[in-house]
Structures are given as structure tokens and as C-alpha cells.
């Protein structure tokens, strides 16, 4: 297990933290929530690992196709687990809008095209605007798009242990990106 990313987990699933109503006013907050929605299977199911572009530019959509494959396959054994335990340690519930069976049905079925956008020329795979959005998760970064959140559409991809920051965290000799057994 992945300190760093367990980090995140942690602390997202905590749910402390300062609000801002204003910019200049940090409000201690606590939500009540007893859910927490978790972004995974988004990556596997759309490309949005930089390893997916690296088997696109090395094999073209056959390698592309096969590392999606592979990370949907290791899904359950790698990162199910590990999700939920860190969680449910604050009482929470874990849910997988991504792993939705239906909409892992159509994302499976659908042509890698039309889920992410490697080799789409520039200019070609752009928004409504002419902006350029990058190439994994295009499906939703389009839909985010279309939906008014072209901030979001356009944000640079962070894997959450560097979004988090926790990555960067230390204690002694143990550094947030030390393997946990």
C-alpha cells in the first residue's frame, strides 16, 4: 500500500478541515457526511494514467488497449482494498461512481476513441472555445466542458497523492511514498 496515497484517503475520509467563506476567513469545519465519492476507476476506464499515453506512443491504440486492460483487470486486488479499509477507519462508506456496472459496461464497449483522445492531432481535440484539453479522461473532460466547468476541463492531471500534497510529507526516515506492507 502506497503511504502517500493513503494519506489522502485518510484525511479526505476524516472530513476536518478549514472552510473559506471569504478569502481572507479560514472556518474550522467538520461535515457530516457519512459517504465519501471516490474518483477511482476513472483513469483505468478512460486513460488517464501517463503510462497510457506512454503504451499509445510506443504501440499505437493496440498497446493503449492493452495497458486499459490490464489496470480495469488489477482493479479489484489493487486498489478496492486498500480504498475501502482507509476509509471505513473514519466510519465511512466508499462509493465508486465510476465502477457503476452500467457505466463500466458502456465504457468497455465503447471505441478507445471516443474515451480518450491519443492520437488526436492539435486543434482537432479541442473544446468548444478552441481550447486544447489533454488527452486522458477526454470523455470527461469534455463532458465537464459542456457542463460550464471549463476550469475543471482544463485542470492539469495529479495523481491524489500529489494533488493532496502528501507525497511530499516526511516523518524521520519514512517519506510518503514509502510501500506500506
Keep these: 500500500m502506497d503511504l502517500s496515497i493513503s494519506y489522502a484517503l ?3 475520509a476524516r472530513g476536518e478541515g478549514l472552510s473559506s467563506p471569504s478569502p481572507d476567513e479560514m472556518t474550522p469545519y467538520t461535515t457530516p457526511s ?5 474518483g477511482l476507476g476513472a483513469d483505468e476506464l478512460f486513460g488517464g494514467y501517463q503510462r497510457h499515453a506512454t503504451a499509445f506512443n510506443r504501440n499505437g491504440f493496440t498497446g493503449l488497449l492493452d495497458e486499459l486492460e490490464l489496470d480495469l483487470g ?8 486498500r480504498d475501502d479499509r482507509v476509509i471505513s477507519h473514519w466510519g465511512r462508506e466508499a462509493r465508486f461512481p465510476y465502477l ?3 457505466l463500466v459496461g458502456w465504457a468497455v464497449a465503447a471505441p478507445v476513441t471516443d474515451k480518450c483522445g491519443f492520437g488526436v492531432r492539435s486543434g482537432q481535440g479541442t473544446a468548444d472555445a478552441g481550447e486544447e484539453l489533454e488527452p486522458g479522461k477526454k470523455v470527461l473532460r469534455c463532458l465537464a466542458w ?4 471549463q476550469a475543471v476541463a ?3 492531471k495529479r ?7 502528501t507525497a511530499k510529507m516526511e516523518t524521520g526516515k519514512t517519506k510518503g511514498t514509502q510501500l506500506l506492507s
Design 10 to 12: 485518510y484525511f479526505a
Design 34 to 38: 457519512r459517504v465519501l465519492l471516490s
Design 74 to 81: 488489477r482493479l479489484g486486488r489493487r486498489n478496492l482494498g
Design 100 to 102: 457503476d456496472e452500467a
Design 146 to 149: 459542456k457542463l460550464g466547468m
Design 154 to 156: 482544463s485542470e492539469k
Design 159 to 165: 495523481a491524489i497523492q500529489f494533488g493532496a500534497r
